[in-house]
């Protein structure tokens, strides 16, 4: 139950489209293309593993870039680099359509994540982002909290195994004390300690929108379980933080789970994911759909 209750908002304005979306999975490049040219129809391009490069990305962001109809466009694992993710870049300065983009695992550092994150800062549409396993460090860490500060469509962004370490999640943390729209960060081994950790906590405290943080298979224990647990009573939105794989015990474990639990089971949980789920439906799904 709790972990619908998190995907709600998100499953919802998603919904939009699942009835007469399109998917196409096309076994190569010149099929895709060939494909957007005739069906005008497609609303989710399936690109997985096709190793398109920077020149596929070329095409493939040539083709979307007037493109109305497609949603999601995956290019996990398509050895797109920092050329691929300049196209990408472009793509997402021009294209008011896709809404779901994921870039995993696609040999993407910090001058790359520099680029996506400057074409984030005019993008009024994007609402999930997927950038775990390319390794952008704390520098591409810095550029996407820069466009966080000021991106209003974000509601997933996905940033597992990129190393970003502490450096890096201190100046998440402080986009996140401006940010008022992301609902859900997952954070997972990125090589954050105590110090990054305890400056993500101390954000949560004048967070107001962030209902999932996930921060598993980082490296901090015990030393910043008062830090999280003050953040958590003092945040009123949260609903799931993943601390599993760090050096946090057992009972502290449960300390977090019993507060969280506490918090989903009192009669403001439900009437705030109501009023999420009615703000969705009158601003959010009317100008995402």
């Known amino acids: ?11 919802y304005y998603r919904s939009a489209f699942v009835r007469q979306r399109m998917k196409l999975v096309p076994s190569s490049i010149e099929e895709a293309l060939d494909a957007l040219a005739r069906n005008p129809r497609v609303t989710d391009l399936q690109l997985f593993n096709k190793k398109l490069g920077h020149s596929g990305a070329a095409k493939i962001a ?6 109305e109809t497609v949603r999601v466009l995956n290019l996990t ?5 920092n050329s691929g993710a300049e196209h990408v870049a472009a793509l997402l300065q021009k294209n008011s359509t896709l809404i779901e983009l994921d870039l995993r695992m696609n040999k993407i550092s ?6 996506i994150g400057a074409a ?7 609402a999930r982002l997927y950038l775990s396993s390319n390794d952008f460090g704390a520098a591409g860490a810095e550029s996407l909290a820069e466009a966080l500060e000021s991106n209003s469509t974000l509601r997933t962004l996905s940033l597992e195994y990129n190393k970003i370490g502490d450096k890096g999640a201190e100046r998440i ?3 996140l004390e401006k940010n008022e729209t992301l609902l859900a ?9 105590s110090t990054g950790v305890q400056r993500l906590a101390l954000a949560l405290e ?3 929108s962030l209902s999932t943080l996930d921060l598993a298979a980082n490296d901090f224990g015990v030393e910043s379980l008062s830090f999280i647990l003050e953040a958590l009573e003092a945040n009123s939105t949260v609903l799931a933080f993943g601390v599993a794989d760090t050096r946090i015990d057992t009972h502290g474990m449960m300390q977090i789970a019993t507060l969280l639990e506490r918090r989903r089971a009192s009669s403001w949980y439900w009437s705030s994911i109501l009023t999420k789920i009615c703000h969705c439906s009158t601003r959010e799904f009317q100008r995402i759909r």
């Not at 972990?3 to 908002?9: D, L, N, S």
């Not at 800062?121 to 994007?126: E, G, I, Y």
């Not at 960060?185 to 300690?193: D, P």
């Open 1 to 11: 139950l709790a972990q619908v209750a998190v995907a709600w908002p998100h499953w």
């Open 62 to 67: 040539g083709a979307l870039q007037s493109n």
């Open 77 to 81: 694992c398509d050895q797109l680099g």
């Open 110 to 115: 910090g001058q790359g994540a520099a680029l």
């Open 120 to 126: 984030l800062q005019s993008n009024t549409r994007l």
């Open 173 to 175: 943390a402080e986009a």
């Open 185 to 193: 960060l997952y954070l997972r081994s990125n090589q954050i300690g």
């Open 206 to 208: 004048n967070n107001r």
